[in-house]
Every structure is written in C-alpha cells, then in structure tokens.
C-alpha cells in the first residue's frame, strides 16, 4: 500500500488506501485520526469513499486510513462527549 503525504500551509494530510481489488463488507477498517487522535468525522469518511465511486461494488468498502495535523484551535473536539467525533472549524 502507498504511502501518500501532503503539506500544505499549517495541514499535513498523511493516508494510504488500499487497492479496489481489495474491499471489506463495512467500514470497521477505515481509521481516521486528528492530531494524533482516532476520530469520527463524516467529511474525511466520505472523502475516501468518494474516491471509490464507480469502482467498488455496492456494499463493499476500502481499508485505509487518513492522518490530519493542523493547528488545534481549527478543530472542535467538543462536539460528542468521549471525543471521537470532531468539527474542522473551516
């Protein structure tokens, strides 16, 4: 699996995915993280399962996983009470 990094400004986006020959029958193998912090975030889930669109069968998803840094004042943790479901505040 490639390893994919992008910088840009204050955000590093760290992930890797693996190939559509390769799917799962849930989503318990997609992980995301924010500042070292294992989430839940709607936005980055679909971002990846877009780039599937047309090329997994239906029902099936992708194994991955995406690493986001940015400032901690761009991100509200506060928005589920243990903390794994966050807002980017932009």
Same mark, same amino acid.
């Given at each position: 699996?490639? $390893?994919?990094?992008?910088?840009?400004?204050?955000?590093?986006?760290?992930?890797?995915?693996?190939?559509?020959?390769?799917?799962?029958?849930?989503?318990?193998?997609?992980?995301? &993280?924010?500042?070292?912090?294992?989430?839940?975030?709607?936005?980055?889930?679909?971002?990846?399962?877009?780039?599937?669109?047309?090329?997994?069968?239906?029902?099936? &998803?992708?194994?991955? &996983?995406? $690493?986001?840094?940015?400032?901690? +004042?761009?991100?509200?943790?506060?928005? +589920?009470?243990?903390?794994?479901?966050?807002? &980017?505040? +932009?």
């Amino acid at each position: 699996i490639p $390893l994919i990094k992008h910088t840009q400004k204050d955000i590093t986006i760290i992930g890797a995915i693996t190939h559509h020959q390769y799917f799962r029958y849930d989503r318990n193998s997609i992980f995301l &993280f924010v500042n070292n912090r294992w989430v839940k975030n709607k936005e980055l889930s679909n971002a990846m399962l877009n780039g599937y669109l047309n090329v997994l069968p239906a029902g099936r &998803f992708p194994a991955g &996983f995406i $690493l986001v840094t940015v400032d901690p +004042h761009e991100v509200d943790i506060n928005t +589920h009470p243990r903390k794994e479901e966050v807002v &980017f505040v +932009h």
